[in-house]
T-cell receptor, first 113, second 114 residues
Framework: AQSVTQPDIHITVSEGASLELRCNYSYGATPYLFWYVQSPGQGLQLLLKYFSGDTLVQGIKGFEAEFKRSQSSFNLRKPSVHWSDAAEYFCAVGAGNNNDMRFGAGTRLTVKP | DTEVTQTPKHLVMGMTNKKSLKCEQHMGHRAMYWYKQKAKKPPELMFVYSYEKLSINESVPSRFSPECPNSSLLNLHLHALQPEDSALYLC?????????????FGPGTRLTVT
C-alpha cells in the first residue's frame, strides 16, 4: 500500500520569504501525488497534482511542486509567502484509479509578519 | 463548478440519538468518499462509493452506516455514537470526465457527541 511522510510537523517563515514543504512517498508504481491546504475548521482545497509528464507542476496561489522519482519526493514550494498562506498543508498519494488516497501527517505553516 | 456541499455544518448529538450527514455534488463525479478528521490529524478514509456501490470500507464500526442514493448524493447515518467519534467529517468526490482523479472536498460537518 502507498504511504506518505511529511517530515516537518511545523514550519515558521517570515512573510515574503520563500517556502519549501517536504513530502516523501512510498509506492511501487507511478503514483498520483497531490498537495492540499486546509484552514482551521475548513475542508481541504487542492493546490496542485501530479499524474505524469512534466515533473514541475504549477498550482493555485503561486505554489509549485517538483516530482523527483529518484528521491521519492514531491516537495511544495512558493517563492514569496503571504500571511494568508498560514494553514495546514497535506501531501497525499493515490494509487490505481485513486479511490484509495492516503495523506501525510500534515505540516502546519505559521507566517511571521 | 467544483463544489461539494455538506449539511449540516455543525451537529451535536447524544449517544442514543440517530442522525444523518448529507453530502452532494453536481460535477458528474462517479466516486464519493467519507473521511474522518480528528484535531491536528490528517483525514482518515472511512468509505468509498464508486458508481453508487460501496467499494472500500476501512473497517469502520457499524454505528456508521453509509448510503449512496444516487450518483450525486452521499449520506452517513449515525447511531449510538461514542464521544470519541467527535470529529470533522469530510465528504469528497472524484472521477469526472476524462482522467480526473483528484478529489474535491466539502467544508465538512463538525460533529460533537455528548
Amino acid at each position: 500500500a502507498q504511504s506518505v511522510t511529511q517530515p516537518d510537523i511545523h514550519i515558521t517563515v517570515s512573510e515574503g520569504a520563500s517556502l519549501e514543504l517536504r513530502c516523501n512517498y512510498s509506492y511501487g508504481a507511478t503514483p498520483y501525488l497531490f498537495w492540499y491546504v486546509q484552514s482551521p475548521g475548513q475542508g481541504l482545497q487542492l493546490l496542485l497534482k501530479y499524474f505524469s509528464g512534466d515533473t514541475l507542476v504549477q498550482g493555485i496561489k503561486g505554489f509549485e511542486a517538483e516530482f523527483k522519482r529518484s528521491q521519492s519526493s514531491f516537495n511544495l514550494r512558493k517563492p514569496s509567502v503571504h500571511w494568508s498562506d498560514a494553514a495546514e498543508y497535506f501531501c497525499a498519494v493515490g494509487a490505481g484509479n485513486n479511490n484509495d488516497m492516503r495523506f501525510g501527517a500534515g505540516t502546519r505553516l505559521t507566517v511571521k509578519p | 463548478d467544483t463544489e461539494v456541499t455538506q449539511t449540516p455544518k455543525h451537529l451535536v448529538m447524544g449517544m442514543t440519538n440517530k442522525k444523518s450527514l448529507k453530502c452532494e455534488q453536481h460535477m458528474g463525479h462517479r466516486a464519493m468518499y467519507w473521511y474522518k478528521q480528528k484535531a491536528k490529524k490528517p483525514p482518515e478514509l472511512m468509505f468509498v462509493y464508486s458508481y453508487e456501490k460501496l467499494s472500500i470500507n476501512e473497517s469502520v464500526p457499524s454505528r456508521f452506516s453509509p448510503e449512496c442514493p444516487n450518483s450525486s448524493l452521499l449520506n452517513l447515518h449515525l447511531h449510538a455514537l461514542q464521544p470519541e467519534d467527535s470529529a470533522l467529517y469530510l465528504c469528497a468526490s472524484s472521477g469526472g470526465r476524462g482522467d480526473s482523479y483528484e478529489q474535491y472536498f466539502g467544508p465538512g460537518t463538525r460533529l460533537t457527541v455528548t
